[in-house]
């Protein structure tokens, strides 16, 4: 939980004098006007986002099409035939 919330500056503002109680009151309408002005976006809506962007691109994804033994870094070494 954030210690900043304007929840919790709301039960700090009694004990403050009243100008220090104006400055407080005036950050939190600040941060609900921030807080009201966000986008939002249903989970519904961002979970369909999300499955579209994995299958658009399941092809690129190495975790999903796997890694060519040419081109993967951490390959096993081969071992040197002179010894």
Do not use: W
């Not at 929840?7 to 941060?31: E, P, R, T």
């Amino acid at each position: 939980m954030c210690t900043n919330s304007p929840s919790l500056l709301f039960y700090k503002l009694v004990k403050m004098s009243g100008s220090a109680n104006l400055v407080a009151m005036k950050k939190i309408v600040h941060q609900l006007r921030f807080e009201a002005s966000i986008n939002r976006v249903k989970v519904s809506q961002a979970a369909a986002d999300l499955q579209q962007f994995c299958m658009q691109n399941a092809l690129q994804d190495p975790l999903l099409t796997g890694v060519s033994s040419s081109t993967n870094p951490f390959r096993p070494q081969k071992v040197c035939s002179f010894l």
